[in-house]
């Protein structure tokens, strides 16, 4: 019989807010993040609004020597350290003095980290031979070691979040990241509790992290047109399964949960949040881009999670929807919703958060 998994710690940072009290009262309030873009310049791109986290700084999160040993992080990196930083102590694990690390580990999910984009392009065009069309290898080679920096290219692994994370709290047992794009988190989560489940683990940090509001990041889901470009109405403009959806709103961020098993939780006297009791991972095995038109890849991930769960279908009162506010996920998610549930789907509310904190990605 498998292991029982509960959560004891949330850590949040997102574009409403930089703590779990502020980002939830702001959910509750139904406020949006979505702003002008001014993380970098975005006035001439089709989109110029995103939904951005402000005003950020790790210090606040971490001690003076923590922070010296991870201010090199990246953007999205540095939101992970903090919210993890943020779920530990709300797990009350900072004042835990009997871990065994060997059995606490860490499984995140995220994706490609920012490029250095002008010094990038710095040594691009210096180092490009205009008369032959090839790169001038030597003069790249002289370009970019003058304007790249070790640190900040290995940053942009999207492995570093976990390992900064490993290395802040001296976790030794699991780590793991998974870079399945928007499905990253979720199945971090899920992967985490059948660890713990299976006795790989007692204790796990999941969640994930991404950043993608750049100049290349933008510009790709422009050229995709998936997003909204509403940029006369940006707090308005993330419509999930509304008529009037044109696409979605990029954001970015990070979401941690402690996930500990049940007995080790009981035992040190953890404030149980939460119990996760069921998982399911599929692939449409369809493009790249586009998820199949039958729903057929939702309808199974969900039957297996209510499977995984015991659980019967008038059982479930909400469902958290992927809802990113294109024409077409919108029409498909809820096709494999009614596939699942039949009659009782109209029961069900739904909703999603990206309308008011845009996209994650990750």
């Not at 709300?90 to 010094?119: C, K, M, S, V, W």
Request: glycine share 10%; hydrophobic share 40%; with cysteine.
């Amino acid at each position: 019989m498998s292991r029982r998994v509960v959560v004891t710690g949330i850590g949040w940072i997102t574009p409403l807010g930089h703590d779990i009290e502020q980002t939830w009262q702001r959910v509750l309030n139904g406020e949006s993040g979505v702003s002008p873009t001014m993380i970098f310049d975005a006035k001439t791109f089709p989109t110029t609004f995103s939904s951005q986290v402000k005003d950020f700084d790790l210090k606040k999160y971490l001690s003076p020597e923590e922070y010296e040993a991870h201010k090199s992080v990246s953007r999205q990196a540095g939101f992970a350290v903090a919210a993890a930083k943020m779920a530990w102590k709300n797990a009350g694990l900072d004042q835990f003095g009997e871990l065994d690390r060997t059995h606490a580990g860490i499984y995140l999910g995220g994706g490609e980290g920012p490029l250095d984009f002008g010094n990038f392009a710095k040594a691009a065009i210096e180092g490009w031979d205009y008369e032959t069309n090839h790169l001038d290898s030597k003069r790249w080679a002289e370009v970019a070691a003058a304007c790249l920096h070790a640190e900040t290219e290995a940053e942009q692994d999207p492995n570093m979040a976990a390992g900064h994370i490993s290395t802040l709290f001296g976790l030794e047992g699991p780590s793991f990241n998974t870079l399945t794009a928007c499905a990253a988190s979720t199945q971090a989560i899920g992967e985490a509790t059948n660890m713990i489940r299976y006795g790989d683990a007692d204790v796990m940090i999941s969640g994930g992290c991404h950043s993608m509001i750049h100049p290349l990041g933008v510009t790709g889901f422009n050229l995709l047109t998936a997003l909204s470009n509403r940029n006369d109405s940006p707090t308005t403009a993330s419509r999930p399964f509304d008529r009037t959806r044109d696409g979605f709103v990029l954001g970015e961020g990070a979401g941690m949960l402690i996930l500990e098993e049940l007995s080790h939780a009981r035992k040190r006297g953890a404030t149980i949040l939460a119990e996760i009791v069921g998982y399911g991972s599929t692939a449409d095995a369809f493009r790249i881009t586009d998820i199949h038109e039958d729903a057929r890849g939702g309808i199974a991930a969900m039957r297996m999670a209510i499977q995984d769960a015991g659980v019967s279908l008038t059982d479930i009162d909400y469902i958290s929807a992927h809802g990113t506010g294109t024409a077409e996920n919108d029409k498909i998610e809820t096709k494999a919703i009614r596939g699942v549930f039949g009659d009782h789907a109209p029961n069900v509310p739904i909703s999603s958060v990206k309308s008011m904190m845009g996209h994650l990605i990750a």
